[in-house]
């Protein structure tokens, strides 16, 4: 067992306990879009989930405002992964990540002004989603830095595809529109419960039965198969 | 054996070694060193296009409560007086302020300010546009809203409930299933009685709170 | 209503900070499946969000009026100490609560409702006096709607549900009827 002295890196590839088991970058990037998904199946940042998925727009700046702040976090806490020293780890992720949050909110308020007032408080709270600490704790601090921005960035596809697609049921449903435009017509009535909290919890409960359910079907064919 | 708390570490990793406290604090002290640095620089850069943005807003709405003024003076409230000179601080977005109007000839067109409370969900921001020596209402503009939405957002969207405000007296009363009668009656939007009752109570006391301060400043004459 | 009794049942009722605000979710999904545990760590977390309020408060006026781009990292550096307190505080004086909270005490610094707090808190500019009814309002309505769900999902663990519905589907449409019901505060309280 190699001890993880403070230090210069050591060249060797040493064993670090608790590191993830090695795998291709592809399937780094995979994992967090599907097996590992952070919002159908992992149920981590449930916050963001719901209180931004009301139109499509904003749900997808959530996305892409925390895909950005968990590969710029994942890359910095597995640069410096050698030098943060266990008892402050967790002090050290937090600082890197709210320094990124603090920089994606500042760059959203000057580019796309009407989505940050959209997104509000929410943007900051990026902060507190467990998704981001996870990762960095998890796998960012025991892999290389091609390996942590791999996962970062699967993580927060992952993260950025299930937050569109309950956003755009919500807007659609809730709106007759998406994306501000309106596509169903004058004459649809808008289901005004799907973009209130309620719907949102409903979106995301019907969104995981119904993923269940394909799960359960394939558990029962491949049973009738052996 | 270490005091903190283990987020999901494995059991099989206690340190070797422990870390002396300067080495812990150096590592916090460059972390924040770094970090303090990055949002900085970044702060510098996005500075310009956030307060054009800020201000842009805030131009678009007086130009739209105040009937379109030719140009309009900026006051301050400091302390409990209004005052020309802008105080000297590094933001002033959070200072009230209230923006006098005037057209082509230099008549007073009336006073513009904004005002934020809460309405059915989280607060209200409205611009509002009155004349002080009477209290009349010129119009009002939402520039922040939660309310539902297809129901409590319809104050921003129904033309015809915002258009009733032009020439009502303040303190002004809702009323609901017909027209407001003049001089201080506004009819409520159906569906959004809370959201259309909160606007009214935003401008009367918005118009309770300036009268007084803006009667002052036209005594005590331009400062 | 008084300008602190509506903020305060604003934010336990008509506001809920889970129900409505959808702050505090992990804990809401996460630790509900007995009661005792969902109760206590409301209460914890009510000891936590007072000590924000005052932090946050503090921050606010003295030190983020000239660096507010600093807010998120100052706000996030207070809870993480203010955590820290709340779990030596803890672990001093109620020994056996420590043991049952687990490790569910630490990760209160990354409940969006703390930071949720603070940031609200900021928004709305509000004085020590408000911000403490906020605080009060918001951790009690946390616990009451941590305590319904831990309830409601005691009932269910012993009911015969479907197996698409296990787990965290029922949960989340449960959610959404307590979160339809307390739609029904909407509007109280507020002026005429």
Partial sequence: MTAVASGPPVTAPEFVPGAPPPASLAADVWRGISRENPVLVQFLGMCPTMAVTNTLANGFAMGIATLFVLVCSGLLVSLFRK?????????????????????????????????????????PLIVANCLLLGRAEAFAAKVGPVRAVADGFGMGMGFTLSLSLLSAIRELLGRGSLLNHDLLGPRFEPWVFMVMPPGGFLTLGIALLGLAFIIEIRRRRARRAA | MTATHHHGAPAAMPPSQSTPAWKLLLTLALAGALSGWLVVSVYKVTLPAVQKY???????????????????????????????????????????????????????????????????????????????????VIGFKVLDQKETPGLGDKIERDTAFGGQFAGRMAPLTGVKGRAGKPPSEVQTITGATISSRAVIRII?????????????????GAR | MSNLAWIFVSTLLVNNFTLVMFLGLCSFFGVTAKIETAWRLGLANTFVLLLTAVGAWVLNTYILAQTPFLRTIAFIVVIGSGVQITEMAVKKYFPVLFRQLGIYLPLITTNCAILGLALFQTSRHYNLAEALAFAIGAGLGLTLALSLMASIRERIEVADVPVIARRMGLVLVIASCLSMAFMGFAGMGSAP
């Fill in chain 2, 204 to 220: 009367n006391n918005a118009i309770a709170k300036w009268r007084p301060l803006l009667e002052a400043w036209d005594r005590e």
């Fill in chain 1, 83 to 123: 030098y943060i020293a266990h008892e402050v780890r967790i002090t050290a992720f937090i600082l890197i990540i709210a320094t990124f949050v603090t920089l994606a909110d500042m760059i959203l308020a000057a580019t796309f002004p009407t989505i940050s007032k959209a997104l509000g408080p929410f943007m």
């Fill in chain 2, 54 to 136: 800020a201000a842009e807003q805030v131009n678009a709405a007086v130009h739209e409560v105040l009937k379109a003024p030719a140009r309009w003076d900026t006051l301050y409230l400091v302390g409990n007086t209004l005052t020309r000179t802008a105080p000297a601080k590094p933001d002033l977005a959070d200072i009230p302020k209230a923006f006098v109007g005037f057209d082509a000839s230099g008549r007073r067109l009336g006073v513009a300010v904004t005002a934020a409370e809460p309405g059915f969900q989280e607060l209200l921001t409205l611009m509002i546009g009155f004349e002080p020596p009477t209290g009349t």
